[in-house]
């Protein structure tokens, strides 16, 4: 069984019309990588698939749960929405760490909100997260003593302590420099070995073909193409040939 089914999503904003029928699915352990030009919907399709905003059409499926259904008109409450998000860990751009809290904190806060967990149980989880994106020697300083390279990695351990079903990062070494940037893409891909199932907006070309098994090519709304890593090498569109060579 897939762990998620995306089927025929439109979203509009007012008469934009961003998605127009999203279909595709994954299965556990696969890493889908999503890239396209700037406005073409990457964002939004991660944003309506964490539940922070909501199609006008079409079904996403979660490990066989119906998490959402655009023929269903009723909105969801506060409760069902936070579990709807549970599903999924999202690590922004721009990391988005809580700039008050250290980098233990940022990674306990929500499980020690949202679980029943003892307070041991979560910090040794979360030790062991921040040892494996190479921080634990970090867990007491604060966002703004870290580089972003740093600031990013602990976002990851922070996604990764509600044990999502599905990871999804959007474009997440565009804010940070190429030296840093090798650190963060190192670590997706360690998740990627441990089979880590995940998603990835991403303009990192050759690491999207390193790791990937699927690749959509978003244009103006819709999958323009698809396939395996090959089809950066052999691009099977000329939409998709013209933007690759704009890099
Ligand atoms: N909350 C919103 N309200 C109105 N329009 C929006 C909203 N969010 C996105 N849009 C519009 O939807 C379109 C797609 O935006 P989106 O952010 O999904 O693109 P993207 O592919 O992520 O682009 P980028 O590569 O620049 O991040 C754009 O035209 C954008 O202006
Ligand atoms: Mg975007």
């Known amino acids: 069984m897939a762990i998620l089914e995306v089927k025929n999503i439109n979203k509009s904003f007012g008469r934009n019309h961003v998605l127009r029928g999203i279909d595709f699915t994954l299965e556990q352990g696969e890493v889908l990588s999503i890239i396209g030009s700037s406005g073409s919907g990457k ?26 259904d655009g ?4 909105r969801p409450s506060e409760k069902e929405l936070m579990q709807k998000r549970l599903h999924f860990g999202l690590v922004f751009q721009n990391f988005n760490l809580f700039p008050q809290y250290s980098v233990l904190d940022n990674v306990t806060l929500a ?69 840093l940037t090798g650190e963060v893409l190192k670590v997706i891909r360690s998740l990627a070995d441990r089979h880590m199932t995940m998603i990835i907006v991403t303009h990192e070309m050759s690491f999207a073909h390193d790791v990937s098994d699927e690749i959509i090519f978003m244009d103006g709304g819709v999958i323009a193409a698809r396939g395996g890593p090959a089809i950066l090498d052999n691009p099977t569109s000329d939409r998709l040939k013209a933007f690759l060579t704009s890099f």
């Not at 029943?116 to 921040?130: C, H, T, V």
């Open 71 to 74: 023929s269903v008109n009723k």
């Open 111 to 179: 499980p020690r909100l949202l679980t029943k967990d003892s307070r041991e149980q979560i910090e040794r989880e979360a030790l062991e997260l921040l040892e494996s994106v190479g921080l634990a020697d970090k867990r007491n300083n604060y966002p703004c003593e870290l580089s972003g390279g740093q600031q990013q990695r602990v976002a990851i351990a922070r996604a990764l302590a509600m044990k999502p079903n599905i990871l999804c990062f959007d474009e997440p070494t565009s804010a940070l420099d190429p030296e």
């Open 43 to 68: 964002t939004t399709l991660l944003r309506c698939l964490n539940s922070l905003e909501f199609a006008d059409e079409g079904k996403i499926i979660v490990n066989g749960e119906t998490i959402f």
